[in-house]
């Protein structure tokens, strides 16, 4: 089955620094990958819609110069949290839909990034 | 954005068959049921979506009403790997922005 691979599964970083989050898509190709964040009890939430070639699209809310995402290929996109603070301590989950499979086919998820700011 | 509506918890005994519903009564005709699950501190799991029709896989059963307007994801044989949180989603969307908007879910524990 489709596999989405997220790297570094968790990492800790200092505040004010930046973290480079990694998805791949590793047996399919990806015009479109998401960027979702969980806070703990609480379910996901719909950060950005990464499109390969262009601009990403942030939901309302979201800080598109603090949150940068990078869609360079059809199987990788990257969300990197600038200038993290403790706020930003949080999981991370990136997911991606197989090209040419439009409206029906499921989304996949990668097994998250659990980001801590100290 | 049809939203939707799932019981917070449920408990169901190991061996017997977990029925989750999910209220859906604002889905457009176009709009896909989907069900994910999440174990603890892991990415979302697909389980089974559907449109009109029921669907089984090696996972699950998926029963749609006639109306659409609600479903029940069925785990036969419910293990304790199977304790999870649930969640029901209608797909948005379209074009190729088909985002996934979950809800709070439904968190299900199998009691041995």
Redesign the interface.
Known sequence: GAVVSQHPSWVICKSGTSVKIECRSLDFQATTMFWYRQFPKQSLMLMATSNEGSKATYEQGVEKDKFLINHASLTLSTLTVTSAHPEDSSFYICSARALGNRGKSPLHFGNGTRLTVT | DAKTTQPPSMDCAEGRAANLPCNHSTISGNE?V?W?R?IH??????II?GLKNNETNEMASLIITEDRKSSTLILPHATLRDTAVY?CIV?VG????????????TRLTIIP
Do not use: A, C, D, I
């Not at chain 2, 501190?41 to 697909?46: A, L």
């Not at chain 2, 379209?94 to 879910?105: A, C, D, H, P």
């Open positions: 896909y989907y994910y999440q501190s892991q990415g979302p799991q697909y979506h969640y797909r379209s074009g190729g922005n088909e985002k996934l908007t979950f809800g709070t879910g």
